[in-house]
């Protein structure tokens, strides 16, 4: 049967899990083959399957471009959204699926954004995500080329950027220079460490969420997402109405 077929089960009640309140997920890997996502159209098909049963409407998937490991463009990522679009509709699964991209802020993406449009979703929304290893020396002034250029900037899952635990005035300034937080739900959990949670939660308590994404990449995120929605914190960040996933 394998983990999707005990996906629902293993809580006893798949009926407790509901994301219905976020509506729209922004942040995913569910295009096969094209990065460390999805491997194949049918796990995507099982995984988008999933999303919805979690009361998702609609999903805005996110490929990894990045430096020389995922070299993704238009070219590779809208044949195989619809790829997947053609698959949903022969199944009859009714959800709505875009493609958009998770931008590594790494030395070659001033290259990218100079020579051409980017790929954003919503309002020209743009979602960035900083390397895990170390702070980028450059990143204010691609954040500002990109804001000058009218990209509504979305940092993905700031909580794991471990390097700043201990400056927290980068993110104060991050925020001020007006661009959204998007944490991962499941940090919440412990998913990732103990320390990414606290910082998720630490930004929940100060109003810095703006929105929540499952970051999804197989089948263990699904089960790891379940698990989330009764989450206490992610009741909290619902409850504060300050989630903007439902204008995208
Ligand atoms: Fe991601």
């Known amino acids: 049967m394998g983990i999707f077929g005990n996906l629902f089960k293993a809580s006893g009640n798949a009926t407790k899990a509901d994301m219905s309140a976020i509506g729209t997920d922004m942040h995913s890997h569910l295009i096969p083959g094209i990065d ?3 491997d194949s159209l049918e796990t995507s098909i099982e995984l988008i399957k999933g999303m919805q049963a979690l009361g998702y409407k609609k999903l805005i998937t996110t490929p990894h471009i990045q430096g020389e490991f995922y070299c993704n463009t238009p070219e590779t990522i809208m044949p195989g959204l619809q790829r997947v679009q053609r698959e949903l509709a022969k199944q009859h699964i009714n959800i709505e699926l875009q493609a958009a991209a998770e931008y590594l802020i790494d030395d070659k993406f001033e290259q990218k954004y100079k020579s051409g449009e980017l790929l954003t979703f919503g309002r020209k929304h743009l979602l960035v995500e900083f ?11 691609f954040f500002f080329d990109l804001q000058i250029a009218g990209y509504n900037l979305i940092l993905a899952h700031p909580e794991r950027y471990s390097y700043f635990f201990r400056e927290f005035a ?4 991050i925020k001020d220079r007006g661009v959204l937080f998007q944490i991962n739900i499941n940090s919440l959990t412990g998913y990732y460490s103990g320390e990414v949670k606290k910082m998720a939660e630490r930004f929940i308590d100060l109003g810095m969420v703006d929105l929540a994404g499952s970051d999804l990449h197989n089948a263990h995120y699904l089960q790891a997402l379940q698990q989330a929605s009764s989450n206490k914190y992610l009741r909290k960040l619902i409850d504060s109405g300050n989630l903007k996933n439902h204008t995208l």
């Open 131 to 141: 390397s895990y290893f170390n702070e980028h020396p450059r990143w204010r002034d």
């Open 170 to 173: 980068k993110y104060e300034e």
């Open 36 to 38: 460390d996502g999805s």
